[in-house]
């Protein structure tokens, strides 16, 4: 049983769609991410939310658009996708030490939505 | 940015024998390198950790060693088992910063 749930498992949409992945945390964790994984890729991060405020955007295009209402609930809104956005995507979390020890606990990952933009 | 490199991108071993898995990194600031497991299908899973203030860390067949000077760790799996055969990722990390990902390695291993 993975501490963090992602719903759907796998979802086909066409490119004028509008969709939404949803991922869950029941760690208690502060932080949670989005990861693209591609065929032959390393793990692509896309955004980081820390303490439900976005930290980082690694450049996604606008297509893309994360929400975090709390810190156990992160969503991906998808809309006009094009085929290569076809990939698995990942949700992750963290415990982030808000002190001085910087400290970042490992990433838990959630089971992926296989996305398919057809 | 920290970029880490992975080699080898496949690996197939006898059941029984040993795999290595090295990577490098370029941050001499990093000081936290993790070991993901992905079996097909499913999440990536963290297999070990090593943190910079020690050279190695065993886990039963998993072993990680890190060298700093040189900027590079590796993941040793013993006596390896069908059930090892999955993908593994190795990646690294500066303090608060986010984790920076290898490629992975797809790691066969026959009975």
């Known amino acids: 049983e993975t501490g963090v749930t992602q719903t759907p498992r796998h979802l086909v949409m066409g490119m004028t769609n509008k969709k939404s992945l949803k991922c869950e945390q029941h760690l208690g964790h502060n932080a949670m991410y989005w990861y693209k994984q591609s065929a032959k890729k390393p793990l692509e991060l896309m955004f980081v939310?820390?303490?439900?405020?976005?930290?980082e955007n690694n450049s996604v295009p606008s297509r893309f658009s994360p929400e975090c209402p709390n810190s156990s609930h992160l969503f991906l809104h998808l809309h006009t996708l094009q085929p290569e956005d076809s990939a698995l995507y990942l949700c992750?979390?963290?415990?982030?030490?808000?002190?001085?020890?910087?400290?970042?606990?490992?990433?838990?990952f959630g089971n992926g939505t296989r996305l398919t933009v057809t | 940015g920290e970029n880490v490199e992975q080699h080898p991108s496949t690996l197939s071993v006898q059941e029984g024998d040993s795999a290595v898995i090295k990577c490098t990194y370029s941050d001499s600031a990093s000081n936290y390198f993790p070991w993901y497991k992905q079996e097909l299908g499913k999440r990536p899973q963290l297999i070990i950790d090593?943190?910079?203030?020690?050279g190695e860390k065993k886990d039963q067949r998993i072993a990680v060693t890190l060298n700093k000077t040189a900027k590079h760790f590796s993941l040793h799996i013993t006596e390896t088992q069908p059930e090892d055969s999955a993908v593994y990722f190795c990646a690294a990390r500066s303090g608060y910063s986010t984790l920076t990902f290898g490629k992975g390695t797809m790691l066969l291993v026959s009975p």
């Open positions: 090593i943190r910079s203030n020690v």
């Open positions: 939310y820390n303490f439900k405020e976005q930290t």
């Open positions: 992750a979390s963290s415990q982030k030490d808000s002190g001085q020890s910087s400290y970042n606990s490992p990433l838990h």
